[in-house]
């Protein structure tokens, strides 16, 4: 089985660099740059004075989609170590899988609406933490469809073991 333990590991690897891509993305306060300071989805910066953004909807969700999906992440990730590391095949990653899924869904709907938001500011430019963002969601999809082969290959082999072909 060493198509399936690669796949997984792969996964599990494309999964720790989605979470770790997340959760940075989400907790610094550089999505958007303008002349004399930046802002992320909590804080506003002019100069070295940082303060709170006030509330408004479209911050608000994206926000909680951040959140989501970095949260869905790291649970992915910690079911997809136990599916690796665990010595019987009684396991299956379904609900990794789901979860990557969704969390790359949730990324793609906070990077969108973030951007609908501010693209027709004309001062104000996009910044790293909003581009990691962008990053993690293909290794996010990418480790969702590692352990999905890997699953698949697992069903394929229960499918085909009371046959009695030699392959």
């Known amino acids: 089985m060493g198509v399936k333990r690669s796949l997984q590991t792969g996964g ?53 989609c951040m959140v989501l999906a970095a949260t869905f992440s790291i649970v992915a990730l910690a079911m997809g170590l136990r599916i690796r590391f665990q010595e019987g095949d009684l396991l299956r990653g379904r609900p990794t899988i789901v979860l990557l899924f969704l969390s790359g869904l949730l990324l793609l709907i906070a990077l969108v609406g973030y951007a609908a938001k501010n693209a027709w500011k004309h001062d104000d430019f996009f910044s790293w933490s909003y581009f990691i963002g962008w990053l993690a969601l293909p290794f996010s999809f990418l480790a969702g469809f590692c352990f999905l082969l890997a699953d698949m290959i697992v069903q394929s082999t229960e499918a085909i073991g009371g046959f009695p072909v030699c392959l």
């Open 12 to 64: 599990i690897l494309l999964s720790f660099l989605a979470s770790v891509l997340t959760v940075l993305s989400t907790a610094t306060n550089y999505w958007t740059r303008q002349q004399g300071g930046h802002s992320g989805l909590w804080q506003e910066c002019i100069g070295n004075i940082c303060s709170n953004i006030p509330c408004q909807t479209t911050m608000a969700l994206t926000a909680a």
